[in-house]
């Protein structure tokens, strides 16, 4: 993708959040004696740690989508037609999570910017080590494409949420794409200053709808049902902070938004081939969510 180069690179590791996140501590991982036969997958353990562990009668939860989550809603089914657990509401983050939770008879409700939800968890791509912010929207299905705000609009509105992931996906200094939406009628110039400032570190690609359409999306690139493009910056090199690239990305004029979730109340269930265990961030000052 040809874009102009920037008179002065920026340097990924020059930023100072202005999200300020003070930490006390993220906690020793804890190790789960999952009560599942030793054959069963890694993430079917996470999913049922998952529920255990954080679901209560009562509650209004956000149901994640992804590999992970469709186990999660499956054992909370059954546990609610066993009768462990009453009264669960679910408030789906796709398409995806709204068909397996009828499946399994979990009632629901639509996501609006006045619920009360109680706990979500979700498929993260990957999870920072230590600040546990996690990139969310990498492709996995076009499917997937129109609900990445949906997604990250109900992770920020819960009282308390859970990422799970595999062990490979939570370490320090990431690599990997990072979506961005943003306008479409710009989309060109956006990505030339997103480019510009990740110069040397990034690649910027629009996302196609149908297969890989090259750097600018082909005839059909991606345009969600609000009506933005996604622009996946790809980076070549680890990233030091992601709450620095959050707060680089959120300068640019035309990006509506991005696939880092940054979450004052979070846990991070990681499946290991042999253990789950679990992180949790405790903070003493957030300056807002991302």
């Known amino acids: 993708m040809a874009f102009a180069a920037a008179s002065t690179p920026f340097s990924l590791s020059?930023?100072?959040?202005?999200h300020r996140r003070t930490f006390r501590h993220v906690s020793v991982p804890r190790v789960i004696n999952a009560s599942l036969s030793p054959d069963v997958s890694?993430?079917?353990?996470?999913?049922?740690?998952?529920?255990d562990?954080?679901?209560?009668?009562?509650?209004?939860?956000?149901?994640?989508?992804?590999?992970?989550?469709?186990?999660?809603?499956r054992y909370l089914g059954q546990q609610l037609r066993s009768g462990s657990l009453q009264n669960v509401v679910g408030v789906p983050m796709s398409a995806?999570?709204?068909?397996?939770?009828?499946?399994?008879?979990?009632?629901?409700e639509y996501f609006r910017d006045d619920n009360q939800i109680d706990f979500a968890f979700h498929d993260a791509d990957a999870v920072e080590e230590g600040s546990l912010i996690a990139v969310i929207g990498r492709r996995r299905s076009s499917q997937e494409d129109d609900y990445i705000l949906k997604?990250?609009?109900?992770?920020?509105?819960?009282?308390?949420?859970?990422?799970?992931?595999?062990?490979?996906q939570y370490k320090a200094s990431l690599e990997?794409?990072?979506?961005?939406?943003?306008?479409?009628?710009?989309?060109?110039?956006?990505?030339e200053e997103i480019d510009d400032l990740y110069l040397g570190d990034a690649e910027v690609w629009r996302r196609a709808?149908?297969?890989?359409a090259g750097p600018l999306g082909g005839d059909f690139p991606i345009v969600t049902s609000d009506g933005h493009n996604i622009l996946d910056v790809i980076f070549t090199t680890p990233i030091p902070s992601l709450a620095n690239v959050a707060e680089s990305l959120e300068t640019i004029d035309g990006v509506v938004d991005h696939g880092l979730v940054i979450k004052t109340r979070c846990s991070v269930v990681i499946a290991g081939e042999t253990e789950v265990r679990t992180v949790t961030l405790q903070t003493s000052t957030v300056e807002g969510d991302v």
């Open 176 to 191: 990997g794409s990072i979506p961005v939406l943003v306008q479409s009628l710009n989309w060109l110039a956006i990505a």
């Open 96 to 108: 995806r999570s709204a068909s397996e939770a009828a499946k399994y008879g979990i009632p629901l």
């Open 209 to 212: 709808s149908v297969g890989d």
């Open 14 to 18: 020059s930023m100072v959040p202005t």
């Open 53 to 73: 562990s954080y679901v209560k009668s009562g509650m209004v939860i956000g149901l994640g989508s992804g590999e992970a989550s469709d186990m999660v809603i």
């Open 42 to 51: 890694p993430l079917l353990r996470a999913a049922h740690h998952t529920v």
């Open 151 to 168: 997604q990250k609009s109900i992770v920020k509105a819960a009282d308390e949420a859970v990422f799970m992931i595999k062990e490979e």
